[in-house]
């Protein structure tokens, strides 16, 4: 007689969270042959609901790149200065689906709070564009908001990358990117549950297998759609999983969170202590019972707000404008 293998004991949900967990219409595994279908059906607020609520004016540029075009949006908050602070930011989405609107909501309300411009850019996903296609589009991007800063109206010594999921994994190899080309200085790098190592080798990656908003079995399709065999190689670089960067000496101070019931949890604590044991100061958020981007799906819960109101103030310490209750 067999019997079944004993899953490995984890972190619970919080009980707020787990509830919407229980009735999401979502599947807790993304396989390669819903990645059209995900694309066709984006999920979260229209450009247009986005915009209504926030006095901000929107234009797009296009980005040349070898063989192809890339876009860019940028979000202008109608009463910045004359050259404001940026905020670049890459969306989320495993590396296989999203675009430069998916959860770009909080980046907007922190515009109108700190008065910068928000550049996010659509980079090319796989596995149409294996790695180093998306965190090449990602630095080609960073690259073009200096050059035209001052059409935007953006101070190029105030730059700021942040993104999330997918997103954040591609913001910390531009970090890296940028000081070994020597390239533009980022002042800060926010990494919201970044997808940092392909090699899925931590506890957390296994405590979380067909359950959760972004699973193990999920993880695999975007890593496998990014990198094709070369996953888990000595062929993999480290701008497009981070997580293999050995010297983390000379980077930007950093912004982590993630939930402590899902995939990323170790990888992101690795890579937070290893960036303090190369000098560079990070904070660290690890949300008890969060799930992967909670907020999101969340956003009223009460660990979502919690987190939420860290995040704005790490980015009014960094930017050097507090919103008005903290100034006080």
């Known amino acids: 007689m067999t019997t079944a293998p004993t899953a490995p004991a984890r972190p619970p949900y919080d009980p707020e969270l787990a509830e919407l967990l229980d009735n999401s219409p979502l599947p807790s595994t993304v396989t390669a ?76 309300d922190w515009a109108v709070e700190h008065r910068a411009v928000v550049v996010s850019l659509e980079y090319r996903l796989a596995p149409e564009s294996p790695a180093p296609g998306p965190v090449e589009d990602a630095y080609a991007g960073l690259l073009w908001l200096v050059a035209n800063a001052g059409e935007l109206g953006i101070d190029s010594e105030r730059v700021m990358i942040a993104g999330t999921s997918a997103g954040a994994g591609l913001s910390a190899g531009v970090t890296l990117l940028a000081r070994d080309r020597k390239g533009p200085n980022l002042i800060a790098q926010m990494l919201l549950s970044p997808m940092l190592d392909d090699r899925d080798a931590t506890a957390s990656s296994h405590q979380y297998t067909q359950t959760g908003s972004w699973s193990r079995e999920s993880n695999s399709t975007g890593w496998n759609a990014l990198l094709g065999d070369r996953r888990g190689t000595d062929a993999v670089d480290i701008y497009s999983a981070p997580a293999r960067a050995t010297d983390l000496t000379g980077l930007p101070p950093a912004f982590i969170d993630v939930g402590s019931a899902e995939v990323f949890r170790d990888e992101d604590v690795d890579y937070a202590s290893r960036l303090w044991a190369a000098g560079v100061q990070a904070e660290l958020h690890v949300w008890a019972g969060g799930f992967h981007i909670f907020d999101g799906a969340a956003p009223e819960a009460l660990l979502s707000v919690t987190a939420v109101a860290a995040r704005d103030s790490w980015m009014g310490r960094t930017l050097g404008r507090l919103p008005a209750a903290d100034a006080a």
């Open 33 to 108: 042959d819903m990645i059209d279908f995900l694309r066709a059906n984006p999920f979260g607020p229209t450009l247009e609901d986005l915009l209504a609520a926030r006095p901000i004016s929107h234009r797009e540029y296009t980005i040349a790149r070898p063989g192809s075009e890339i876009i860019a949006s940028v979000f202008t908050p109608a009463d910045k200065d004359a050259s404001a602070p940026a905020i670049y930011f890459l969306h989320g989405g495993g590396m296989i689906i999203g675009n430069r609107f998916t959860g770009i909501g909080h980046v907007l």
